[in-house]
């Protein structure tokens, strides 16, 4: 940052400073203030060979945005299949077998107000807090895909706030076929279940 560019400025510093940034080599060096690397040394890149990026942003900015990002691209990550919506800002996971209605249902929330998250495909994070965080896929974000009426562009259809990029899981909903039901009440009607090690409420509905 600034201050640190202020005691650069001192040849002894910038020396030891030069001796020391070549023997850690870094995998890359970012500068904050709009610092250009050319005012540190016009050399640096050239002997260093290591990447140097320079950003705007003040470096206390710099870094709990650094932070954020490295938390949310490092985090465990697992996939679910189902339909994710967000219902009174309950992020409620609906699972079960093809063709048992998750996507008809979830469009059936969507006309009530409710918020589409993700459709068929829903990406999940733990994030540090132990919470689970559930996405669309980047190519399938705001689609669904309908039995006879084909893939939904729901933001399209509905409108911005019929959509949520993401949202935490509250709740797993499955669905099941009524060849099914029976089975299932044989073994418990098992309430909980995990994903990446958290418990997550689930609720059987036939």
Avoid: C, W
């Amino acid at each position: 940052g600034s201050l640190e560019l202020a005691a650069f400025r001192a040849a002894p510093v910038r020396a030891r400073f030069l001796k020391f940034f070549t023997r850690l080599a870094p995998a890359a060096a970012i500068f904050s203030d709009g610092i250009h690397p050319s005012k540190l040394d016009p050399e640096l890149a050239r002997q260093t060979s290591i990447p140097i990026f320079t950003t705007r942003l003040p470096y206390t900015r710099f870094l709990a945005a650094f932070h954020t990002f490295l938390q949310n691209k490092l985090a465990p990550r697992t996939d679910a299949h189902g339909t994710f919506v967000s219902l009174f800002g309950l992020g409620v996971l609906i699972q079960g077998p093809s063709g048992v209605g998750k996507s008809e249902i979830a469009l059936s929330l969507i006309e009530r107000g409710h918020q589409l998250v993700a459709d068929d495909t829903v990406q999940i994070r733990l994030e540090a807090d132990h919470e689970l965080i559930g996405s669309a896929p980047e190519l399938g974000r705001h689609h669904m895909e309908i039995m006879g009426l084909g893939i939904l562009n729901v933001r399209q259809l509905f409108g911005i706030s019929a959509v949520a990029d993401e949202h935490p899981i509250h709740l797993v909903v499955d669905l099941l076929l009524p060849s099914a039901r029976r089975r299932e009440e044989r073994l418990g009607q098992i309430r909980i279940k995990k994903f990446l090690g958290v418990e997550v409420q689930r609720v059987i509905v036939q």
